[in-house]
């Protein structure tokens, strides 16, 4: 397997549609990427319908699973770690765990985190433990961050809007500990409207690039952005590079999804996009 990035993957599972692990694997496969998930739950489908059937996974019964892959001594080979949504405390104990064994057996492992809390529309829809636990704990220990506007300015105790705003909550996020942060979803005052934004940083760039915003609610969404973000930064080593591929492959996911008429991502539907970016939206140098 010399030459292909291996992510080990601790998320959430559905059986119908796409969400955690259900969104983010098949992208993964489908970019060449070797992925081990992990599940921490095994739900029927998404919260956000209201009724759903299936266990939470007990942590210690993650735990066990993460430490089974460890005793294949596969560690070694773990090019990222990412997470999204902790549905409890002790969940992020064992990612945090998982995140310290890896990094032991590869020094060049990075820990992606999506600190999923909630958003501007919703507010925050975790249990009140989790943003602090995020905060205070996980974050910090974080390589990559891939917070929506919404979530950086928790994570920051900022409310940012415009792009200087924006590009302040960002390097508050980045004296926490993380190198890299992808801002999912930037909507400014000053921006066309109709538009949203997506903006990264890292070291002493940041790149900010729109799209038009697609008038819909896609679950598992931000799943699919944090790890082809990870993806492609891993492959590349390029900010720039990383996140016109990603806006472009989940711009045209979502264009698939909302000219469907259905509820759940269409990501089997735009699995060549997802394969083959169109790049059809152009990246601009903010720093």
Known sequence: MAGVTTILSIQSSVAYGHVGNSAAVFPLQRLGVEVWPVHTVNFSNHTGYGAWRGPLLAADDVRDVITGVEEREAFPEV???????????????????????????????????????????SGCFVHPAIPVLLREKVVPRADLITPNQFELGFLTGTEPHTLEETLESVDRARDLGPRTVLVTSVLRPDAPEG?????????????????????????????????????????????????????????????????????????????????????????????
């Open 79 to 121: 090019d990222a770690v990412l997470s999204g949504y902790q549905g409890g405390e002790e969940i992020g104990d064992v990612i945090l765990d998982a995140v310290a064994r890896v990094k032991a057996a590869n020094p060049d492992a990075i820990y992606a985190c999506d600190p999923v809390m909630g958003n501007a529309t």
């Open 195 to 287: 538009t949203i934004e997506m903006l990264a940083a890292d070291g002493d760039e940041a790149w900010i690039v729109r799209t038009p915003r697609l008038p819909m609610k896609a679950n598992g969404s931000g799943d699919v952005t944090a790890a082809l973000f990870t993806a492609h930064l891993l492959e590349t080593s390029r900010l720039d590079v990383a996140l016109a591929r990603t806006v472009s492959s989940v711009f045209d996911l979502l264009t698939t999804t909302h000219e469907s008429g259905r509820r759940e991502l269409q990501l089997i539907q735009s699995q060549d996009a997802i394969a083959n970016p169109r790049l059809q939206f152009e990246v601009e140098q903010v720093r």
